[in-house]
Structure formats: structure tokens, C-alpha cells
């Protein structure tokens, strides 16, 4: 059974920092492309970072130069540093994993193999 877990989430103030961790089971993680996604109240889930099997990265245009996504294969997990956060960074934040996207086709977040359950990140301004 495969398996997502976040953690990291809570309430950081503008400018600070935060990062995220998902820890993957059940699948063999250096096979598949990771993604972080979030979704803000009223709004649909949208691409935040993206990491393929080999390294490759993908940003959204709202965050290139503040978040920085990674993965350790030894530990199966990935990674979301994000910093100088802003107020409208506040979402949930979702991990998931898929087997055969490259990191720009992570970009859509529909029929996505796995995802996790979500961590909260709240931004204070």
C-alpha cells in the first residue's frame, strides 16, 4: 500500500521560512517523479514544484526563486523548502508521486498516480 505522509506545515510570518517533508512508502521511490501542489481555499489545486526521477525541476512561475524542491532517494523523501513566504502562500499542501511524468508534466494535477494527505502552511502578513 503506498503511502504519503507531510509534515512541516504551521504558521510562519511573511518573509520567514518553512519546509516540508514527504515521506514515501510502499512504491520504489527513485522510480517515480514527485510533486509538491497546493490548494488555497476557493481555489483549484495547482502545481507548486516538481522533481522527476532524475532530478529535473519544475516551478511555478509564483514561486521560481523563494521554494526550492529536492528528494533523497536513500531516504524516500522529498523536499519543499520554501522562503521569504508570502501571505498568499497560505494553502494546503499536497504531495504526490507519479510513475512515468517527467517534472513538467507534473504541471496538471489530474489522474496523478498517489497523493498525500496534506499539510496546512499558513502565512501571516
Known amino acids: 500500500q503506498v503511502q504519503l505522509v507531510e509534515s512541516g506545515g504551521g504558521l510562519v510570518q511573511a518573509g520567514g521560512s518553512l519546509r516540508l517533508s514527504c515521506a514515501a512508502s510502499?512504491?520504489?521511490?527513485?522510480?517515480?517523479?514527485m510533486g509538491w501542489y497546493r490548494q488555497a481555499p476557493g481555489k483549484q489545486r495547482e502545481l507548486v514544484a516538481a522533481?522527476?526521477?532524475?532530478?529535473?525541476?519544475n516551478y511555478a512561475d509564483s514561486v521560481k526563486g523563494r521554494f526550492t524542491i529536492s528528494r533523497d532517494n536513500a531516504k524516500n523523501t522529498v523536499y519543499l523548502q520554501m522562503n521569504s513566504v508570502k501571505p498568499e502562500d497560505t494553502a494546503i499542501y499536497y504531495c504526490?508521486?507519479?510513475?512515468?511524468?517527467?517534472?513538467?508534466?507534473?504541471?496538471?494535477?489530474?489522474?496523478?498516480?498517489?497523493w498525500g494527505q496534506g499539510t496546512q502552511v499558513t502565512v501571516s502578513s
Open positions: 504526490a508521486a507519479d510513475r512515468w511524468r517527467t517534472a513538467v508534466g507534473m504541471a496538471s494535477p489530474a489522474s496523478v498516480d498517489y
Open positions: 510502499g512504491l520504489t521511490f527513485s522510480n517515480y517523479a
Open positions: 522533481i522527476s526521477r532524475g532530478g529535473s525541476t
